[in-house]
């Protein structure tokens, strides 16, 4: 018979008593937001700035530090290849934050993934590529590494104090703040990182190049580093199109571009086209996706076949022409239509002291020099030491030598050992420290030649001793020790330059895009949402009404034609410049493109504003809501070479109050906050060449007063208009009158 099953109950949960209270339950307590901003996000941004992202002056960030002093500790700088996997379980004694994202450092220093300039780990095995998005990199049990020999001069006497060392995160063991590099690693690689609120981007200069340019700077504060170091160097080679003022704004302000051209050939016999370097910031993916797109939307004609012939070799991409094209002509095209040319913006944020500060080239080594001669008075104090202990040592066993059938007669007739080294002390006047050395020495040591060559010894310590304590009261040694470290670095690692230098670079003739981009009326619309749509009028006259997202509206129509260039300002304060033909022609009855993915444009960046123009004739002017006015003209826009994106379109040192572009001057309405209005013909602005100029003050306002809205004067209807003009500005305007105001009650200012 079976047995009954009881279902089994869980023990009901202690209950709270009627009378418990738990404190603060249930309560909402406030905090002002900068309370929890810093409480809660600075410390975080901080642990981002400087534990993380932004490089040292070392060359390096902690995740790059720490990796390559585990496999120094390992052995890897001499001995063989390890694989990774055991490299990446060792190295997370002291970077806990994953196998993958060791390993992808490990991979990105790699000589095989031809990231750096100077590599610094020895790879064997698929290490991908760094121009290829899809050449991935082999699990880490796949491949092996070791430290390159130039590794050599990141630890040189790292264990003679030369930097500090700290606990690791456990407090198991220690590792160095900083490397105590041989020369500038800073300057010798590229190094991208974002941080909260900042970012660094540093280009890579070639070493022997950047060697000679930090000596030449230490014997000459002066130096023209245009002269040594005549521009950038990267690892993938491209051609560098040299800009004078662009560099020279770089070495001395950290901020700026380089631009990068593809290295190409045209094999006649088979009529095609091979692209054997690229620029850094683009892959070879991107490059034959937007050619294809190219071809695809018909402005590129030329091209009847593409294809990757990437090998063991190194990067080929290979363009079949059809008959009859001119390959320069296609190539100048590609050039400005593809990233086959590309700028590499330069932000050199490095942290000094556990300070971010962008620095140009010049204070960069300057800084550099500073840490190294610490580094070397540091090594030259631990030498000097040890010296001094080994000479006290030396003077001790001296004052033995001179009778040791002295010091023999106190040892066998001392009882007790523990009394040895005291009566040694008190026979001889040393101190303890000495006369446990001299307790220590092995009987068949106590001979003539022993005694002899500890003599000597003696002299050798004292010349030592004399030359280190020189090097340190003068700062010029220390300097020339750098200098010849500089030197047998650059003789021992440096190579030829990879990239390069165009100094007379061909521009891209204009007629090349007005050759293949058709020309035609059309009618442009952007909306206040950020949507473009370009309508042909054949198209304009059979479509009904626009169709809009809902809540959106058109913020600008004009008639315009194909060819003409369109600049759409942002929220950023940048632009970004293309033609009416880069837009696909469309219909009324859908919502065209958004400009912000259209152009690329940068997370949380929208556009603002839309200029057409033909001839980049006319101007732009910014309006501030403290009164100012920028009035810039509009060819401040036209680049020799087209660049796709400009910085700094308009000053951010203000609120944007209102944009306009004016072909021509004009009379405009300015209307405040406080209901007053002026009249200004914008020649009363004076002209700004610089784009974020902070403008000149046009109206006076009052605390708290604003510019509400800018209009031509023509489409005002004002009954005086001469109330409210002035000869000299700024001026403070007149307040609106009635009959003025009536007759603006329809119009929307």
Same mark, same amino acid.
């Given at each position: ?8 109950s ?10 418990v209270?738990i404190?603060g ?8 937001i ?32 720490k ?15 390890t694989?990774?996997?055991n ?28 990231s ?8 064997k ?19 092996? !590494? ?6 050599e001069?990141?630890?040189?006497d /790292?264990?003679?104090d030369?930097?500090?060392? +700290?606990?690791n ?7 160095p /703040? ?19 609120g900042?970012?660094?981007? /540093?280009c ?11 000596? !030449?700077?230490m ?21 560098i ?10 070495y ?5 571009s ?6 190409w ?27 294809a ?18 090998d ?22 590609l050039f ?16 000094v ?13 300057t ?5 190294? !001669? ?8 631990f030498?000097?030491?040890?010296k ?37 002390m ?6 303890q ?7 220590e ?6 001979n ?12 050798e310590?004292a010349?030592?001793i ?5 090097i ?8 020339? /020790? ?27 003739e204009?007629?090349?895009e ?5 020309d ?15 309508i042909?009028?054949q198209?304009?006259r059979?479509?009904g ?18 060819t ?15 033609r ?24 949380g ?21 403290n ?6 003209p509009?060819s ?14 308009y ?5 944007? !109050? ?11 309405a ?7 209005l002026?009249?200004v ?10 784009r ?5 003050s +046009?109206?006076t ?7 509400e809205s ?17 000869r000299?500005?700024?001026a ?10 009536a ?7």
């Open positions: 018979m079976a047995k009954k099953q009881t279902k089994k869980a023990p009901a949960r202690p209950q709270l008593g009627d009378n209270e404190p339950a249930g309560v909402v307590v406030r905090s002002p900068t309370e929890t901003l810093e409480q809660n996000y600075m410390p975080y941004a901080m642990s981002v700035i400087v534990s993380r992202a932004l490089p040292e002056i070392d060359g390096f960030k902690p995740a790059h530090r990796l390559l002093y585990t496999m120094y500790e390992m052995g890897l700088l001499k001995g063989v290849r694989k990774s996997a490299i990446v379980g060792s190295t997370m004694h002291l970077n806990p934050h994953g196998d993958a994202a060791i390993y992808d450092t490990m991979v990105r220093m790699g000589r095989g993934n031809e750096l300039l100077v590599p610094f780990v020895d790879s095995g698929n290490f991908g590529k760094a121009y290829s998005r899809d050449m991935a990199c082999a699990a880490s049990r796949y491949t092996e !590494a070791k430290l390159e020999p130039v590794c001069e990141l630890f040189r /790292i264990d003679k030369t930097v500090e060392f +700290v606990p995160y456990d407090g198991t063991t220690t590792e /703040i900083l490397l105590p590099v041989t020369f500038p690693t800073i300057l010798a690689n590229n190094t991208l990182g974002i941080a909260v900042m970012a660094s981007n /540093i890579s200069f070639n070493l022997s190049e950047l060697c000679d340019t930090t000596i !030449a700077l014997k000459d504060e002066s130096h023209d580093l245009l002269t040594t170091l005549p521009a950038p160097d990267f690892v993938g080679g491209g051609e199109l040299y800009n004078e003022d662009e560099l020279r704004k770089i001395e302000t950290g901020r700026g380089v631009r990068v051209r593809a290295i050939n045209y094999e006649k016999d088979g009529n095609m086209i091979e692209i054997t370097r690229i620029p850094p910031t683009t892959t070879v993916e991107a490059v034959m996706d937007k050619i797109e190219l071809v695809k939307g018909g402005k590129v004609k030329e091209i009847s076949d593409m294809r990757d012939e990437t063991l070799n190194g990067l080929k991409l290979t363009i079949d022409l059809k008959r009859g094209q001119d390959p320069d002509k296609l190539m100048q095209k400005r239509l593809t990233p086959l040319e590309d700028s590499f913006a330069c932000n050199f944020n490095v942290l002291s556990g300070q971010p500060r962008v620095m140009g080239v010049r204070e960069i080594l800084e550099w020099v500073a840490f190294r !001669a610490e580094c070397v008075r540091r090594r030259t104090w030498d000097l030491k040890g001094e202990k080994r000479m006290h040592l030396l003077k001790g066993l001296e004052a033995i030598l001179l009778d040791i059938d002295k010091a023999i007669s106190i040892v066998r007739e001392t009882e007790e050992e523990e009394e040895v080294v005291p009566n040694l008190i026979g001889f006047g040393i101190d420290v000495q006369a446990e050395y001299v307790a020495i092995k009987l068949r040591h106590l003539r030649e022993y005694i002899l060559k500890r003599t000597k010894e003696i002299e310590l010349a030592e004399e030359r280190l304590g020189d340190l009261k003068s700062p010029a040694k220390i300097r020339r /020790i750098i200098m010849d470290e500089l030197s047998a670095v650059s003789k021992k690692y440096g190579q030829p330059r990879r990239c390069p230098i165009l100094y007379d670079a061909p521009e891209a204009e007629a090349v007005e050759d293949t981009m058709p035609y009326p059309v009618t442009v619309f952007f909306t206040r949402e950020g949507y473009f749509k370009k042909t009028p198209s304009l059979m479509s009404e626009q169709k809009l997202k809902e809540g959106d509206e058109i913020s600008w129509q004009c008639e315009t034609h194909n003409a260039w369109l600049l759409f300002f942002t929220n950023r304060h940048q632009v970004y410049k293309c009416a033909g880069d837009f696909a022609d469309t219909k009324a009855s859908v919502l065209g493109d958004f400009v912000a993915v259209k152009l690329g444009m940068e997370e960046e929208t556009p603002i504003f839309l200029a057409v123009t033909d001839d980049y004739k006319g101007h732009m002017l910014f309006f501030f809501a009164g100012k006015c920028a009035r810039v509009l401040s826009y036209a680049t020799k070479q087209n660049r796709k994106k400009l910085l700094n379109a000053s951010d040192k203000a609120p944007l !109050a209102a944009m306009l572009q004016l072909p021509e001057s004009e009379e405009l300015v209307r405040t906050s406080a209901g007053r002026l009249l013909h914008s020649t009363q602005i004076s002209e700004k060449t610089t974020d100029s902070a403008g000149v +046009v109206i306002l009052k605390k708290n007063q604003t510019i800018v209009k031509p004067a023509s489409s005002m209807e004002l009954a005086n208009p001469h109330r409210y003009r002035v000299t500005l700024p403070a305007g007149a307040l609106l009158r009635e009959e003025d105001l007759e603006q009650l329809q119009l929307t200012f």
